[in-house]
C-alpha cells in the first residue's frame, strides 16, 4: 500500500507541474499539451486513489 500512496503522490505533483507549465507557456501549442496532460494526470491519480480505497475497504494490505 505504501508503494501506491508514493505513486499517487507522484501523480499528483505532476499533475499540479503541468499545470503550472501550461499556465506559464507562452507557445498556445505547449499550453494545450500541458492542460491535457495535467488533466489526464490528475484523472489516473483519481483512479488510483479509487483502488487504494477499494482495496481498503476490502480489508487487503
Do not use: N, P, W, Y
Not at 501549442?29 to 495535467?38: G, S, T
Amino acid at each position: 500500500m505504501e508503494d501506491m500512496t508514493a505513486h499517487l503522490e507522484k501523480l499528483r505533483i505532476d499533475a499540479e507541474d503541468c499545470a503550472l507549465i501550461s499556465k506559464l507557456a507562452t507557445d498556445m501549442q505547449k499550453r494545450e499539451l500541458f492542460a491535457r496532460l495535467a488533466e489526464h494526470l490528475g484523472r489516473l491519480a483519481s483512479e488510483v486513489e479509487r483502488a487504494m480505497a477499494a482495496k481498503m475497504a476490502g480489508g487487503d494490505t
